[in-house]
């Protein structure tokens, strides 16, 4: 699968995951700086929005539109990766007033960004990816957006976690 940015081709490190996958494990960082897991949610509904800095225009309107729909969402965390550092993403979060996502840091290890195959090696950022898993751990839905600067398809995405549960 080809991915640009900016319509150069990068390269993707680490395994991509399909729809029906175990989920990978991953360990990020939280706004406080404590390690998550995957693990740390289990028993919900994921969906996980992989992005690559949470200062850009779509990356921002991407947090926010699901921000936006987990108020509507039942058992569903959603959580928002990039490699910010944390303190950003709290700075964000804040003037934003972003409450419903938990923003997380692949910026220490790019264990999330390795785990799922999104870490672009050229820029050390996040492709962009959404991912559905649901409360077993199973992958239910994957998109990793051809253009990274391009929109995800969030219809899609929404209603693959409305299935989950």
Request: hydrophobic share 40%; aromatic share 6%.
């Amino acid at each position: 699968m080809g991915v640009t940015f900016k319509e150069k081709p990068v390269t993707l490190a680490g395994k991509q995951v399909k729809a029906g996958d175990q989920a990978p494990d991953f360990k990020v960082l939280a706004n406080d700086m404590s390690e998550v897991t995957l693990a740390d949610s289990k028993g919900s509904v994921r969906l996980i929005s992989a992005v690559p800095s949470i200062d850009t225009g779509v990356c921002d309107a991407q947090t926010r539109r699901f921000n936006e729909e987990a108020s509507k969402l039942d058992n569903v965390k959603i959580l928002t990766v990039s490699v910010d550092l944390p303190f950003a993403q709290k700075r964000w979060c804040a003037a934003a007033g972003v409450e419903n996502v938990q923003t997380l840091s692949d910026h220490r290890d790019l264990s999330f960004g390795q785990a799922y195959g999104v870490a672009i090696e050229e820029l050390r950022l996040l492709a962009r990816a959404v991912f559905v898993v649901d409360s077993s751990d199973k992958v239910t839905y994957v998109e990793y957006v051809d253009e990274v600067t391009n929109h995800p398809n969030y219809e899609a995405a929404i209603e693959a976690a409305k299935a989950a549960n």
